[in-house]
């Protein structure tokens, strides 16, 4: 061995796709083409604390003192995202930009390049100080608190301890079927347990509280509003036609004469515009958008009263609808359809999107915009 470089390094990675050498340093990053020479990028990495360097699908990631920066060439470094220690960093295989980060409050990812960084749920996991991809969404990491495992992408992590003296563990390598664990107390090696049993597909869970709110939370509905609410159509066209004479006996009344003033044809239309009009429509097609929602203006206190009761009596009937329909989709999802036959199966699939738009019907679409982004409180 020969030193090349006289500056404490913790760090070294190389850029894909490029005869492009990385390491990080107590003193900032250097790069070198041909790992003897090493260079100062010069580009404000000069007084960060490099902790460790990560090869990316497009470019290198350091975890520093002063935050994640990137590089897709090992030499025009910025910080991505906000300024603060930052331990390990693990880029994603599976997605451009994407990456795990340990900070000090725990296990961060990132989706977009380090923009922003979210937090798994459950255990927050301190002190880590090695991060291991094992496949997709498989992460291990080494802590201080001992070795914890994720099945999710990090969303949710377990302890996976078992079997050492002390939870101060420092780094994970693997080789195909070969685990290895670098601890305080010397080197362990992960023991297979029994195969598991693979778990049936899931899907995500859609929320029961954001269905009911949108499908009771229509104005006519509403129980502060002091006006009533009913369904109206195209208002009724009625036309009057009149023969209008103008003829008139003598003024004198001696003659007896008429006196001719003329005539003339007389056409009135009125328009009935009012939910209580009713129309026999017999079978007449109704075109959908002639009908909607009409205010009829203000109540008195004792039919605002009648209509509340009515109101109330009708959310709780769409409101048992709803849950009706959001258990027996449930049901439907839970079914088990690996041994089912390729008829059960389509009828399921039938089934479950005929809930569906029966929800969408009855939600204004809200199981739609919940099944892209179940996050959203109102949807």
């Not at 080197?187 to 899907?203: D, H, S």
């Amino acid at each position: 061995w020969r030193r090349v470089l006289d500056v404490p390094t913790h760090g070294l990675a190389r850029v894909p796709g490029r005869a492009l050498w990385t390491a990080g340093t107590d003193d900032g990053i250097r790069f070198s083409v041909d790992g003897v020479t090493w260079l100062d990028p010069e580009d404000g990495t000069e007084a960060v604390q490099v902790a460790d360097l990560a090869a990316g699908q497009d470019g290198v990631w350091a975890a520093t003192s002063d935050g994640l920066w990137f590089a897709p060439d090992a030499q025009d470094w910025q910080r991505v995202g906000a300024a603060g220690p930052v331990q390990r960093v693990l880029p994603d295989p599976d997605w451009v930009r994407g990456a795990w980060v340990a900070a000090p409050d725990g296990v961060l990812r990132t989706d977009d390049g380090g923009k922003t960084l979210s937090p798994g749920l459950g255990a927050q996991i301190t002190g880590v100080s090695s991060l291991l991809w094992l496949g997709t969404g498989h992460l291990l990491a080494a802590s201080a608190d001992g070795v914890w495992e994720s099945l999710d992408g990090g969303v949710i992590w377990s302890s996976r301890s078992r079997g050492l003296s002390d939870p101060d563990t420092r780094a994970l390598a693997q080789d195909g079927a070969t685990l290895l664990l670098a601890a305080e107390q010397g080197i362990f090696r992960l023991v297979p347990g029994p195969p598991a049993e693979e778990a049936p597909p899931t899907r995500p869970v859609i929320p029961l509280a954001p269905l009911l709110a949108a499908a009771t939370g229509r104005p006519e509905l509403s129980q502060k509003t002091g006006n009533r609410w009913a369904a109206t159509v195209l208002p009724r066209m009625t036309v009057n036609f009149d023969w209008v004479d103008a003829s008139a006996v003598d003024w004198s009344l001696l003659t007896g004469t008429v006196a001719a003033g003329g005539t003339a044809w007389g056409v009135s239309v009125g328009l009935t515009w009012t939910p209580r009009a009713q129309t026999n429509l017999e079978d007449a097609l109704l075109p959908i958008d002639a009908v909607w929602l009409a205010n009829d203006g203000p109540m008195s206190q004792a039919f605002a009263a009648s209509t509340t009761r009515d109101a109330v009596r009708y959310r709780v009937a769409v409101s048992q609808t709803v849950a009706d329909l959001y258990f027996a989709r449930a049901d439907l999802e839970s079914v088990a359809t690996a041994t089912a036959s390729l008829d059960e199966a389509v009828d399921t699939v039938l089934r479950i999107a005929e809930i569906d738009a029966r929800l969408d019907l009855m939600t204004d679409g809200a199981l739609s915009r919940l099944r892209t982004d179940p996050t959203r409180e109102n949807p």
